[in-house]
Structure formats: structure tokens, C-alpha cells
């Protein structure tokens, strides 16, 4: 799958602070989204940075809160809703994709339930949600989901969970955690000192990057500490 369309704040390279997030998170959706086919809904879309990846779909629809503290100039928004009831008409779409949103949904078995009205029977949802990772776009930012969790809430509304699996290892996981704090804490100082500002965040983060990737390979992987979750699952009922 190309990924060269994708927006450089999703396919970071590794020199990046968020590049082990989202290049596996990439990596993910690259793989499975072809699956999804027809006309195809993204729920909590932004900009639609993952929009390319999805070939098959006749179309591809946008849908977002409209939240005040957050900002949404210069995303890709085709429908607006109301935080409660989506805009459309039950089993509207073939497939719907959602990526990096749940954790912000306060009301998330309603939504569920939302997601699964404008669903077809026997349509998709693939999603992605983190689960190590810094709070952000707060206040906003309500839940992490263990992938035991993710897992009964979709099957509690509606959905068979056809395939699942977690981004990163342990040990990248660590370093990813690690990234962030010297990204947020210790890169503001150290960009206010000119000599070193223009190779710190160059050499630091992709040697920390690389060192995450060659550890992460050597030592055990470790299951239960993990970026994110993402979930291919199906709305119950025969497909029409």
C-alpha cells in the first residue's frame, strides 16, 4: 500500500517525537483498509489524513463534533453532528472508519449505538484507539480502553469483532512514553538555546526512534503495554 499521500503529521519520519504512534498506526490502517468498500463513513473524520488508504470506497464521507475547544480550520468536514444523532438515515453505509476518537466520546455507548443505526447489516468498522498515551486536545479527553474492553463494547452493541490486535511493543511503548516527556518537558528549553536548537530534536529523537525499533526486536515483546488498539469488526445481521 502507498502511504505517500498521507499527511506528514500521520506518516512522521523518524526523526519525529510521535513516529512509533503513528507509523504503526499508519502501518495498520494501510493493511486494512482496502476491506472496507462501498460507501464508507468517517466518524470523527478532521482533515480525512487516512482518506487515500481506503481504495475501495465509492465514497468516502466525513462526519465531526463541532466542538468549541477545538479547532476546526482547515479539516475536510462534509457533516456536522450534534455530539447524540448522526445525520443520516439508518443503513446508510457500507462501512464506517473511525480512528483515534473514541477516547473522546464522554457518551460512547450512545454513539455506539448511533454508528450502529447508519450501518448496513454485515457492514464494517474499523477503529483505532489509543491506550498508552498522554492526555490531549483536553478537556476533552475522557478514556483509554484496554483491548478487553473495546472488544464488549462492540459486542455489547451490535458487532462480531472479526479481527483485533495492538500497536508496538513493550519496549517501544517505553520509549514512545519516554519521546513524549522530553518532547513536552525538556524541547522547549533546549530550543531556546540557538547552538544546539537546529540537531536536538534531529538527533535525539531519531536515535531514541532507532534504538526503540532494534531493543524492541531483541528483548520479549510484552503484550499487555501497547499504543493502540485497532478492531475490524462486523454489524450483526445478514448483509443486504
Not at 475501495?56 to 476546526?72: F, K, L, M, P, T
Not at 480512528?99 to 473522546?104: D, I, K, L, P
Request: charged fraction near 15%; glycine fraction near 6%; proline fraction near 5%.
Amino acid at each position: 500500500m502507498n502511504t505517500a499521500s498521507v499527511p506528514y503529521q500521520f506518516n512522521p519520519s523518524i526523526t519525529q517525537p510521535a513516529y512509533l504512534t503513528r507509523n504503526r498506526l499508519l502501518r495498520s490502517v494501510a493493511e486494512l483498509a482496502p476491506s472496507l468498500q462501498g460507501k464508507v463513513l468517517d466518524f470523527g473524520c478532521g482533515a480525512k489524513p487516512y482518506q487515500s488508504l481506503f481504495t475501495q470506497a465509492a465514497q468516502y464521507i466525513g462526519v465531526d463534533y463541532q466542538n468549541e475547544g477545538h479547532s476546526h480550520e482547515n479539516e475536510h468536514i462534509d457533516f456536522f453532528y450534534d455530539g447524540k444523532t448522526l445525520p443520516f438515515a439508518n443503513g446508510e453505509y457500507d462501512a464506517i472508519f473511525s480512528s483515534e476518537v473514541f477516547e473522546h466520546v464522554f457518551n460512547l455507548d450512545g454513539i455506539m449505538k448511533e454508528l450502529n443505526r447508519v450501518l448496513k447489516p454485515g457492514g464494517s468498522l474499523l477503529l483505532t484507539c489509543p491506550f498508552a498515551i498522554c492526555e490531549h486536545e483536553v478537556p476533552n479527553d475522557f478514556a483509554r480502553y484496554s483491548s478487553f474492553a473495546i472488544r464488549h463494547i462492540l459486542e455489547k452493541n451490535g458487532f462480531t469483532v472479526t479481527r483485533q490486535f495492538k500497536t508496538a511493543n513493550a519496549v517501544e511503548t517505553v520509549f514512545q512514553l519516554w519521546i513524549n516527556y522530553i518532547h513536552q518537558y525538556i524541547t522547549p528549553f533546549v530550543a531556546k538555546i540557538p547552538v544546539v536548537r537546529s540537531v536536538f530534536r534531529v538527533t535525539t529523537y531519531g536515535i531514541l526512534n532507532l534504538t526503540a525499533i532494534a531493543l524492541g526486536a531483541l528483548l520479549p515483546r510484552g503484550e499487555s503495554l501497547y499504543l493502540n488498539n485497532v478492531v475490524l469488526a462486523q454489524k450483526n445481521g445478514a448483509a443486504i
